[in-house]
């Protein structure tokens, strides 16, 4: 028996210890991390298929090692709700951040199973095996596969051993090959929606006292790399309106970045690495390069951002008399839930005896490549500690893993295709 | 013969004509280089110590590798009017940084002994053998023993290959003891007064298009690191209003101290370095490391704008709710050049024909030790290519170098201990 429904938050307590066991599966020994299809992920990949033949799954591990856990539908030819998310990891990342999102659904079905309730559609819990990037520098690997969006030619790319994708899949017991993957695309007629339950990694739930959210977007990025050109010259004997000081004109963007940024509530723009290569404390700097990410609820909110930030770094650099390169390195658009989940999605938080918060997701989530295919909505649920993420102080309560499952458990009995 | 009288701007020419034939002598095969006691620095000593002897001069090698040319008075008893600058070079380098203020006095003494011309001091060129701090990290080595401030502690210091300076010191002929570096100190009551010649390493004479300028003062540098610690957040979900951000907060800083220190004539403030550790585009940053360098033409100035600069840090920290550490690394008192001696130069320079402009020099310089001992000034000349210097683009014209060599030359005949 997975749930003992003696103690008190029997579902939350089942979640939360299974965090913790799958977390002592790690590439490293002090720290948790877990990439793509090495023994580690292997040894965690069996351990959530073992826990979804334990809640009467059907379990299947796909051609790019999703493990795959189906509650079939009394009816053959019922579509399928879609749940999941990932458990591989960032390095030294956090227990919950991806496999809340699996757990927890795997605690709902057992519930389920063990009332010998049905649903009136097939429900697939979707354990995917790579979303960080961190391995093979390709996010969102495991969840293009099931869109038909997998790239190909990653399956030559190299990890920092030299050691092919290919090779890696095969080492794992993996077909390699491009048939098989090509094979994992569904059908999107067949499919009834994607519902995902992932922590916040943010600290808005936490801030306002609210343990779940339910997501209106999932923000896409637009990258740059900016670079400017001033000249480099002697700290003491430059005066001071007669320089052309790179790092000075970078300061002035980037609180311009922060400033237009700060005008809307979904959007956020970052700097978040910034440098002056080969710089000196004599030398008034000739070059710094930095980072932009720039984000928000919707992609004309962010597109305007972006627009202004660009004319007022440029405006910036003419002023000042340096030179500013900006290359657009990623833009990802936004993808918004559907609005029919969301409802419903607030209706099981309210009957829960919570008050819903809508708000945006600012990280990217599998969720994000699903919605080209079908429709999504997301379960947010409070992060504790500040809310931090990606790291090994990312937690959460019991008592809050609880509700989202009762929750989930009212969403996957209201839903119908 | 050195200097060719009938040719156009004799002198000038002779001065840039040896800078290039001393420029052969480098540490490195394709850059301009000269290190402490290395090979290529005892063959360029060995040039100039020649040229020294060609011009009429009695030269000595001191203890510390000093090259030094007297040009005796008849009368035994005289003072001693010491000039001079370094020839050894930053990494790099140009061929007129230090260089010039050895070259142009011995051109001068050439012309002076050619025309049978004696001075009622003893004048003395010194050809300072360390100032620039490559080889072991310690600048105003040959200068510091004129004066008796030698740091003994440094013949234990070991460059990049192991090497001690005194084991250096012997390799090179020199007697590496401490003894007969301490006998190296001037008494102060022999010394009529220092003089050095130095390109201006800025760009301000190339601006108001003059050949010639006046040292005020030479600037002791403030310099501080700065470490700004927020708080590393995910960029996509930690919404503005939420952040520390570590580098918006250091940006807002630099934008502080170019403000301040903008705020003075003869006031610079630089920050040269400036880095996120390990920041990446998609983390709001959590720490934030920049240095600090300001200077100004008398303390008074310099220090009142330290004071505000370290207030106005703290007030940005406290209200973006980010630490701050500032560390002092380094603080030198400025150096007053004597009103004496800056009066007696100016007269030389508007006799030349020539606009006297006085200006502080915002580099250091080996003046700025005998400061100590004597009354100094300094004689700066115009640096081409938008005054470039620690650069292979350092340049001079032959005529700004004839007309500092005339006014040079009027300098030692009218000056009196």
Redo the contacts between chains.
């Keep these: 028996m997975l749930v003992d429904s003696q103690t008190e938050n029997p579902l939350g307590r089942a979640i939360v210890e299974r965090a913790e066991l799958l977390a002592a599966h790690s590439d490293q020994p002090d720290a948790l991390t877990v990439t793509y299809l090495t023994p580690a992920h292997r040894a965690a990949a069996a351990q959530i298929a073992a826990w979804m033949r334990e809640a009467g799954l059907q379990v299947q591990v796909d051609a790019v090692g999703n493990v795959v856990g189906r509650y079939a539908s009394a009816d053959p030819e019922a579509k399928t709700l879609i749940t999941g998310s990932h458990f591989d990891t960032v390095r030294n990342g956090g227990r919950f951040d991806g496999r809340l999102g699996i757990l927890l659904p795997i605690v709902v079905v057992d519930d389920l199973r063990r009332r010998g309730e049905r649903l009136p559609y097939h429900l697939e819990i979707v354990a995917f095996a790579e979303e960080e990037g961190v391995r093979f520098k390709s996010s969102f690997l495991a969840s293009s596969a099931l869109v038909g969006a997998f790239d190909m030619a990653l399956l030559d790319r190299i990890d920092a051993d030299g050691v092919t994708m290919r090779a890696a899949m095969r080492a794992a017991g993996l077909p390699g090959d491009e048939a098989a993957i090509a094979a994992l695309a569904r059908d999107p007629a067949r499919l009834a929606a994607y519902i995902e339950v992932h922590i916040?990694?943010?600290?808005?739930l936490l801030?306002r006292g609210l343990p779940l959210g339910v997501v209106t977007s999932i923000?896409g990025?637009v990258?740059m790399s900016a670079t400017v050109t001033g000249?480099a010259?002697?700290?003491?004997?430059?005066?001071?309106?007669?320089r052309r000081?790179a790092?000075?004109a970078?300061?002035?963007m980037?609180?311009a970045i922060?400033r237009r940024?700060?005008q809307a509530?979904t959007?956020?723009?970052?700097?978040?690495?910034?440098?002056?290569p080969n710089?000196?404390?004599?030398?008034?700097?000739g070059r710094?390069e930095f980072?932009?990410?720039i984000?928000a609820g919707d992609d004309a909110t962010r597109d305007a951002a972006v627009d202004d930030v660009v004319r007022e770094l440029n405006a910036i650099a003419r002023r000042r008399g340096v030179a500013l390169d900006l290359a657009q390195?990623m833009r990802v658009p936004c993808a918004p839930c559907s609005p029919r989940l969301m409802d419903l999605l607030e209706q099981c938080i309210a009957r829960a005896g919570a008050a819903p918060l809508r708000l945006p997701?600012?990280?990217?989530h599998d969720a994000m490549i699903l919605q080209r295919v079908t429709e999504v909505c997301m379960l947010f649920v409070r992060c504790g500690d500040?809310?931090?993420?990606?790291n090994p102080r990312e937690t959460m309560t019991v008592e809050d893993a609880e509700l989202a499952a009762r929750v989930f458990l009212d969403f996957v009995r209201t839903f119908r295709p």
Tied chains: 1, 2.
């Design positions: 916040e990694q943010g600290p808005v801030d923000a990025s990258r000249v010259s002697h700290a003491g004997t430059t005066p001071m309106p007669m000081d790092a000075a970078a300061a002035e980037i609180l922060e940024c700060s509530p959007l956020v723009g970052t700097v978040g690495m910034v440098g002056v710089g000196a404390a004599n030398v008034v700097p710094c980072s932009i990410d984000r390195t997701s600012g990280a990217g500040g809310g931090i993420s990606h």
